[in-house]
């Protein structure tokens, strides 16, 4: 993987070893552990020693080819830039730094410990230019743009200049940090819901996010808490974290169930985290006229509805949410305070040598979290 040379004024807490080990990715479902070039930071630039990242959803529709990864010749453009080294989940600690980088973030210091948010904005387009970076036009992404926005499964990790990074609080564990990229997106996903006291929410998806969306939700304080998931044991798990009311699909007439809860109505709330179709049709059915739909997941497939539904019948108002704008502090302080848990979450972890392995775990229905940890 190509880097920038490092500055003369490069200053690191030990001399760092010209070859590291990397996950990279040559294409859909073409993923080596090699040795590579170790990264050396530029001007304004650092690196960082990876300790613990974790398997996300999209990591796994991203090796089996989706098209919004890859693209499809007709609606997408290919997003990923291989080879790459992949991975956005991660946590570290500065083992190197370029000349002006601990000014020009923050005023770090050698062997802190850090993470950086998902996206690295370029600082220069309109969405940038107003405020909203993580909408940014370039859109580079840790873990899918090779040489530019290279990822965590590694040694080690270059971040550029234009990085947004955050101190990670003492009291968190690596594992810990590594979980704050999907929980800061959770975050936005229901700061997007706008949740009343006097709500019922459906939160329908009960993976890593989803489950921390129960948790955030819960905070919220709404009226009734609900947890769809296909998973019973991440059911269970929704309830240990405060949802009054779980349901499965396979067995439960979801719209029938919430409209039972609700006088006949529907729910207030409803945020998709199934990155399925059916999760999105199964939502417009059961909301009430004038209810908040929010629109987390990635989809390897396009959704098909009835839009007279959102527009006619009930008059819904839509949302998206992507990435976590503003919302990596907010994550920090509610792990670091123990409001919010990873435990029950991380349900697997697997040293970067076996990174294969740790795939095919992340694949699975048993597994929630899948962690990949540097080799004793």
Known sequence: MPSPAPSTDARSATPLPDTMHAVVCHGPGDYRLERVATPRPGPRELVLKIHACGICGSDLKCRDGAAMYWGDGERFAAFVKPPMIVGHEFAGEIVALGEGAAEHFGGVTLGQRVVPEQIIPC???????????????VHHIFGFQGGVADGGMAEYLRVPENAVLHPVDPRLSMEDAAFLEPLACGIHAVNRAEIQFDDTVVIAGGGPIGLAMVQLARLKTPKRLILVDTHDDRLE???EYGAEHVFNPHRDDIASEVRALTNGYGCDVYIDATG???GVIQGLEALRKLGRFVEFSVFKEPTQVDWSTIGDRKELDIRGSHLSPHTYPVAIDLLARGLVTTQGIVTHRVPISDFTRGFEIAAQRDSIKVVLTQDA
């Open 123 to 137: 600082r220069q387009c309109f969405y940038c230019q107003r405020g909203h970076y993580w909408m940014c036009e």
């Open 237 to 239: 798990l929704a309830r």
């Open 276 to 278: 399925s179709p059916s």
